[in-house]
């Protein structure tokens, strides 16, 4: 590896813990309404900026992950920048079923007081909302302990776009 004069060694770490890329299996996952798609690009586009992404004992980042959906549950396909496969998760949503229905609904309460309520209203709802998001970022790090390594607002990211795949516009 090499090194340029301004870059340190806990800089090229970094760099290779990360992801580069995300890609959507689009015969498993399928295109989405235009509003569906704007989402789930904006959460893709969030995810690549700023992430921390790891497999424990593999050192051959930054990594492509490609996401499907194989019998009901969500694939994770991790790959080298080069495509190469490095391993694949499979990750049961059933965990994820009850937050995900409560999570949509607070949206919908907070869309719906954005036009009507108070100020005071709409914080207290978007406390809520953010409050689901960190308990499913939380419990997706969880499921994915040991095989994937990632800091809470990696997960919380990843969590962002496991909604925007589920959400209905």
């Not at 569906?36 to 690009?41: A, K, S, T, V």
């Not at 499907?68 to 969500?74: G, S, V, Y």
């Not at 998760?89 to 036009?115: G, N, T």
Request: hydrophobic share 40%; glycine share 6%.
């Amino acid at each position: 590896m090499t090194q340029t004069a301004s870059e340190t060694p806990d800089d090229a770490d970094k760099a290779r813990k990360r992801l580069a890329k995300v890609v959507l299996d689009e015969e498993s996952i399928g295109r989405g309404n235009p509003d569906q798609e704007h989402e789930r690009l904006i959460a893709i586009w969030d995810l690549v900026e700023s992430n921390t992404f790891h497999l424990p004992n593999h050192d051959r980042g930054p990594y492509t992950l490609h996401l499907a959906m194989e019998e009901k549950r969500l694939a994770l396909d991790v790959r080298s920048q080069d495509g190469e496969p490095v391993v694949k998760h499979i990750l049961s949503l059933s965990p994820f079923r009850r937050l995900l229905k409560d999570y949509f609904m607070v949206c919908e309460s907070y869309y719906a007081a954005i036009r009507t309520a108070t100020p005071a209203q709409i914080e207290a709802i978007d406390m809520g909302r953010r409050g689901l998001h960190n308990e499913g970022a939380a419990l997706l790090a969880e499921r994915l302990s040991g095989k994937i390594e990632c800091d809470f607002d990696t997960a919380r990211r990843l969590f962002t776009l496991v909604t925007a795949l589920h959400w209905k516009g």
